[in-house]
Structure formats: C-alpha cells, structure tokens
C-alpha cells in the first residue's frame, strides 16, 4: 500500500467521506443479514412449536 499525497483538504474528505458510506453501508448490511438469519431462527422455532402442539 502506497502514501497517499494529498494536493489538498478537499481531496482528504472526499476519501474520508467516501469510506464513511461505506462503513455505513457495511453496517446496515450486516445488521440486516442478522436480521434475517434471527427471524430465521424464530420462525424455525415457532413451526417446531407449532408442529409439536397440532400434533398432540
């Protein structure tokens, strides 16, 4: 990985700027894949309950 020269500050948040996005973006996308996989495992939980009471 090689310095970056930076010609000015408008250059420097640029960057900065950038990789905020896409640290954000990151984070909303692995919240909602946790998201997903918990009522995932909710809903595998709830017809595992659900099968077990109907067949009583």
Not at 43 to 50: C, E, N, R, T
Request: charged share 25%; net charge negative.
């Amino acid at each position: 990985m090689r310095d970056q020269d930076w010609d000015d500050d408008s250059e420097y948040r640029s960057a900065v700027r950038r990789t905020r996005v896409m640290m954000a973006v990151a984070l909303i996308v692995t919240l909602l894949v946790v998201g997903i996989v918990a009522v995932g495992i909710f809903g595998v939980s709830l017809f595992l309950d659900l099968v077990e009471d109907l067949g009583r």
